[in-house]
Nanobody
Framework: QVQLVESGGGLVQAGGSLRLSCAASAHTFSRYNMGWFRQAPGKEREFVAAVSWSGGSTFYADSVKGRFIISRDSVKNTVYLQMNSLKPEDTAVYYC?????????????????WGQGTQVTVSS
């Protein structure tokens, strides 16, 4: 079991940056694959980015590639999402997602564990 708590959301102007954090409770954080998803009003939840348990592999949705960076700190049990060049269409609730190293988190394979979400609003 792992508990996830996101933070760092807020209101930012288009072109700005935000960094989201997801703190995990698991003692074995380093054995979990981690990801970020988002859900805009009236839309389905969509994959944003994922990082492998080792941190050696990262994956991004095409819509954020080149603008967002996912990383993890195994000392702090935290995964980050650095969001640059934000656009109004990035406005959504962002959720942290996790599962064991046996499950690779992708757009179609979601982990079992979720945070409560953090709101990101990008104004034009």
């Amino acid at each position: 079991q792992v508990q996830l708590v996101e933070s760092g959301g807020g209101l930012v102007q288009a072109g700005g940056s935000l960094r989201l954090s997801c703190a995990a409770s698991a003692h074995t954080f380093s054995r979990y694959n981690m990801g970020w998803f988002r859900q805009a009003p009236g839309k389905e939840r969509e994959f944003v980015a994922a990082v492998s348990w080792s941190g050696g592999s990262t994956f991004y949705a095409d819509s954020v590639k080149g603008r967002f960076i996912i990383s993890r700190d195994s000392v702090k049990n935290t995964v980050y999402l650095q969001m640059n060049s934000l656009k109004p269409e990035d406005t959504a609730v962002y959720y942290c997602n996790a599962d064991s190293a046996q499950l690779r988190i992708t757009a179609t394979t979601l982990g079992r564990y979720w945070g409560q979400g953090t709101q990101v609003t990008v104004s034009s």
